[in-house]
């Protein structure tokens, strides 16, 4: 039979770019070719010794459906300490609320996508969320325009979200005052009684840095959600959480449940 040369070069080249995106994914625009080529060596040679002892005849492997993963032998399990730690502080919290329908602003759709299985969420963000799951809804919208009335929202969250707000990352005009206004926000579509999940980048001193985020004290916290009345707080610094600030630490990121008063009647 007869090898159509076009097909050939269409799979070699399929191939190649395979391999060109596995690696360039993997290891980034600072690819180590060194570490690299061994890992790519040790690759060919397990790839040669699985073709010779396969004798499973439910799979079929071709070299147009080589994928190699190179950086996943690590000696421990890979975790991002700030998400692990916010996310399971939300998930507990937000299990122990049990609102009957949560908002959040501007969070990561992975983290709402899971407390949706809680709690009914509204995700509102600037940029369209383009998967769809029970219990999880979107709705267009920016932290320092919420569509919402005052007073309107029993149960609000927005993590690692108000640090950015003016800085031009994501799009959004620069402002120097973009977190404030953030909180303000925050605060008058907050029902009293209403709960508040907030995280941000904690630090020994305010500071901006741009244009990734800026950082806060404890107390500039307090005093910007001021008279929100702090519930809980923790603190991720490196991979342990604590429940206390430590300025000497410098950066890290804190976790804080604010509740808003009721109304005097």
């Known amino acids: 039979m007869r090898i159509n040369e076009e097909t050939v070069r269409d799979t070699l080249a399929h191939s190649a770019y395979r391999f060109w995106s596995a690696l360039r994914h993997q290891y980034g625009m600072k690819f180590s070719w060194v570490k690299g080529l061994f890992a790519l060596m040790s690759f060919i040679a397990e790839y040669q010794t699985f073709l010779k002892q396969s004798d499973n005849p439910n799979f079929r492997t071709s070299p147009g459906y080589l994928y190699p993963c190179l ?11 700030v998400y692990f730690f916010q996310d399971t502080w939300a998930a507990r919290k937000l299990f122990a609320l049990k609102p009957g ?16 299985q809680f709690s009914p969420v509204t995700m509102i963000d600037l940029r369209p969320l383009e998967v769809s799951l029970e219990n999880l809804s979107f709705q267009y919208g920016s932290i320092l325009d919420l ?4 007073d309107s929202i029993e149960s609000l969250s927005s993590l690692c979200v108000i640090e950015h707000i003016g800085l031009g990352r994501y799009g959004d005009p620069l402002d120097s005052w973009g977190s404030e206004k ?3 926000e925050l605060q008058r579509v907050l029902k009293p009684e209403g709960n508040l999940l907030i995280s941000v980048p904690v630090d020994m001193e ?7 985020h800026r950082t806060f004290t404890r107390q500039y916290i307090i005093d910007l959600f001021d008279p929100l009345q702090l519930i809980e707080e ?7 959480v604590q429940e206390h600030y430590d300025a ?3 950066f890290g990121t804190g976790l804080f449940h604010f509740r808003k008063p009721a109304q005097d009647r």
Do not use: W
């Not at 950086?71 to 890979?78: A, F, V, W, Y």
């Not at 329908?101 to 949706?116: N, P």
């Not at 569509?147 to 005052?150: D, E, Q, R, S, V």
């Open 182 to 184: 953030a909180v303000k």
């Open 101 to 116: 329908h949560h908002f959040d602003i501007g969070s990561s759709a992975v983290t709402m996508g899971i407390l949706s």
């Open 248 to 250: 000497e630490r410098g």
């Open 147 to 150: 569509p919402f009335a005052n």
């Open 206 to 212: 305010c500071r901006v840095y741009f244009n990734a």
């Open 234 to 240: 923790q603190y991720v610094y490196g991979m342990n």
């Open 71 to 81: 950086i996943d032998r690590t000696s421990q399990t890979p975790v991002e300490p």
